[in-house]
């Protein structure tokens, strides 16, 4: 995949649209937008008394890339994992996100903004350990 | 009201991650991919946008005591870095870069992504639900 002027303007209009989503969020709601800790509370033991948002928030996520597929062009979702590899990456993201308490939206986004120490810090520390990650996968397939 | 705000919220966040193509993990990989010769900053932009955004909506709370519907707003961030923020950052890293999704991506393309996006999303929720169950016994 080459990397184009229009990647970056895409990319641009699109995080600012992700940005727009979590303010959305926190100054109508006063929550984070970080979608492992709406999809936990989804998944807990326990429902919290906010599972109706919670659910919606969810419903949205998935279905507005479907409509955007059918007025604007589907998306390229490409995924070359093995299957092995790929059930073993969807629990490490799931178990870890939430013993982080966050994932890539929640601290990624919602938290660096603030400049929270702890988001910081989770931040470079999972796209730490993503890169070595691709790059050993690399270096074992060539 | 907080339900309606909810949807829309999703709705938006999941029409920003086509429009970023952040919905495709092969994108995602280009980005974690920093030795492999064709490095795709495209990440890093969404980053940059996203974050001026919702900075700005973070300095529209300050001076608030609630959210426009009069909702609490998030306490101010904790500085305590312990091992279960750096391991569980480190154990998402390992899942994220082997497969190039995270939980937003992995639902935005539930409809579209075909059986992988699926069996990913399932691992992910069984993840999570192992993690509630491991916290509550703890």
Do not use: Q
């Not at chain 1, 727009?20 to 492992?36: D, Q």
């Not at chain 2, 998402?92 to 870069?97: T, Y």
């Not at chain 2, 190039?100 to 691992?123: D, K, T, Y």
């Amino acid at each position: 995949m080459n990397f184009v002027l229009n990647d970056a303007l895409a990319g641009l209009a699109g995080g600012a649209l992700i940005g727009l989503a979590a303010a959305i969020l926190l100054l109508g709601n006063g929550r984070i937008a970080g979608i492992s800790g709406i999809l936990g509370a989804l998944v807990n033991t326990s429902l919290p008394a906010t599972w109706r948002e919670n659910l919606l928030f969810v419903a949205g996520l998935a279905v507005a890339p479907v409509a955007y597929a059918a007025m604007v062009a589907p998306p390229d979702i490409n995924i070359t994992t093995s299957v092995p590899l790929l059930i073993a990456g969807g629990l490490l993201v799931g178990f870890g996100s939430r013993l982080g308490s966050g994932c890539t939206s929640g601290h990624g986004v919602c938290g660096m903004s603030r400049l929270s120490p702890r988001s910081i810090v989770s931040t470079l520390t999972f796209m730490a350990v993503a890169i070595a990650v691709v790059a050993a996968m690399s270096a074992v397939m060539a | 009201m907080r339900n309606i705000v909810a949807l829309v919220s999703g709705l938006v966040f999941g029409v920003g991650l086509v429009v970023s193509d952040m919905i495709n993990p092969a994108r995602v990989r280009g980005f974690l991919d920093l030795f492999g010769g064709a490095w795709d900053p495209t990440l890093a932009f969404v980053m940059g946008g996203a974050l001026t955004v919702m900075a700005l909506a973070w300095l529209m709370t300050s001076r608030r005591s609630g959210s426009l519907l009069g909702y609490s707003l998030p306490g101010k961030p904790s500085g305590t870095i312990d091992g279960r923020l750096l391991g569980g950052a480190a154990v998402f890293g390992l899942g994220w870069g082997l497969v190039g999704l995270c939980p937003g991506p992995a639902i935005a393309g539930l409809f579209l992504g075909g059986w992988p996006v699926l069996m990913f999303i399932a691992a992910m929720l069984a993840g999570m639900m192992a993690f509630s169950l491991i916290n509550r016994t703890a």
